[in-house]
């Protein structure tokens, strides 16, 4: 409760870092952010949404085409197939709406929990923790998990942090990697988290 309190005073602003204004659009940016920064797939996703501003457009763009728009953001063989065939079968199976249900998000091309929980949490309400790179890391230096295992360190946070703060924790953890808790270099003598985290001062 300390470190979310904390947290919640440092970062009162947070948000998605995934610029978006449809659930399908979040679910492309979350296929498209494996291995890429945001601030690139948000640069790739304007240009994505102005020529294909439909689900419907982009399930039947020419798969080339796709990836050549996306090629920035690495990976985009790959990406560019799980992102028409995911459009395809929001289409087939979902009538075009994104399902706010777990179980059905993971079974989308290019989607595990991490998208799935991005979506429910910011699209729909759904309290939902995101571990990403800066969660995992941040959360094992704080002493909130001993595991490298994204699905364990979900288990373990859900366990540790209030219900009601689960989506502003992943988003928190993601500006507090950027801004202070860096992967090679954390500013620990400055940080408001020293007195309570698990591995003191600069010892990462």
């Known amino acids: 409760m300390e470190i979310v309190q904390i947290l919640n005073e440092t970062y009162p602003d947070v948000d998605c870092t995934l610029l978006y204004r449809d659930p399908w659009k ?11 920064t945001d601030a690139r797939v948000n640069i790739v996703c ?15 763009a020419d798969v080339t085409v796709l990836e050549n728009r996306i090629h920035s953001c690495g990976f985009f063989h790959v990406k560019a197939r799980s992102i028409k065939a995911s459009m395809q079968k929001l289409i087939d199976d979902y009538n075009g709406e994104v399902p706010a249900d777990m179980n059905k998000l993971i079974t989308f091309p290019g989607v595990g929990r991490k998208i799935a929980n991005l979506i429910l949490g910011d699209c729909f309400g759904i309290q939902s923790i995101v571990v990403d790179t800066h969660c995992a890391r941040i959360s094992k230096r704080l002493g909130l998990t001993n595991s490298t295992v994204p699905a364990k360190i979900e288990q373990d946070l859900m366990k540790c942090i209030p219900k009601t703060q689960w989506t502003n924790f992943g988003h928190m953890m993601v500006a507090h990697g950027r801004v202070l808790c860096n992967a090679r270099n954390p500013k620990c003598p400055i940080c408001p988290l020293k007195l309570v985290c698990k591995k003191g001062l600069g010892d990462t």
């Open 26 to 36: 979040l679910l492309i940016s979350g296929i498209l952010a494996a291995q890429c």
């Open 46 to 60: 304007k240009d994505l949404f102005n020529e294909f501003p439909t689900i419907e457009s982009i399930a039947q």
